[in-house]
C-alpha cells in the first residue's frame, strides 16, 4: 500500500523559507508514471495546487506562487521536498503531498501538516 507522509515545522516565522518533505513508501517515486505533488488547503478555503515533480525529474509550478516554491527530491530516501521562500502569513495552511499518476487524478494522499506563518 501506498503511503505518503509529510513532516517539517509547524510554524514559521514571516520572510522565512517554510520547508517540507514528504517521505513516500510503497512506491518509488522515480519507477512509475507518477507526479508527486504538493497541494495546501487555507484555513476556510479550497485546494491549490502548488507544483510537482515528475518520475523523471521533471518540475511543475503553479505561476501563483511568483517562483517562490521549489520542489526536490532524495531519491536514495525516496522523498521529495518543498520549499517556499518568503513566506507571509497567507501562506499558512494544511499542506499536503500527493501522488499522481499520468494517466490523471490523485490517488494516495499523504494525512496533511499545518504550517502556520507569523508575522
Known amino acids: 500500500q501506498v503511503q505518503l507522509q509529510e513532516s517539517g515545522p509547524g510554524l514559521v516565522k514571516s520572510s522565512q523559507t517554510l520547508s517540507l518533505t514528504c517521505s513516500v513508501s510503497?512506491?518509488?517515486?522515480?519507477?512509475?508514471?507518477?507526479?508527486w505533488t504538493w497541494i495546501r488547503q487555507p484555513p476556510g478555503k479550497g485546494l491549490e495546487w502548488i507544483g510537482s515533480?515528475?518520475?523523471?525529474?521533471?518540475?511543475y509550478y503553479s505561476p501563483s506562487l511568483k517562483g517562490r516554491a521549489s520542489i526536490s527530491r532524495d531519491t536514495s530516501k525516496n522523498q521529495f521536498s518543498l520549499q517556499l521562500s518568503s513566506a507571509t502569513p497567507e501562506d499558512t495552511a494544511v499542506y499536503y503531498c500527493?501522488?499522481?499518476?499520468?494517466?490523471?487524478?490523485?490517488?494516495?494522499w499523504g494525512e496533511g501538516t499545518l504550517v502556520t506563518v507569523s508575522s
Open positions: 515533480i515528475g518520475y523523471e525529474g521533471s518540475l
Open positions: 510503497g512506491d518509488s517515486i522515480t519507477a512509475n508514471t507518477c507526479y
Open positions: 500527493v501522488r499522481a499518476p499520468a494517466g490523471g487524478g490523485m490517488d494516495y
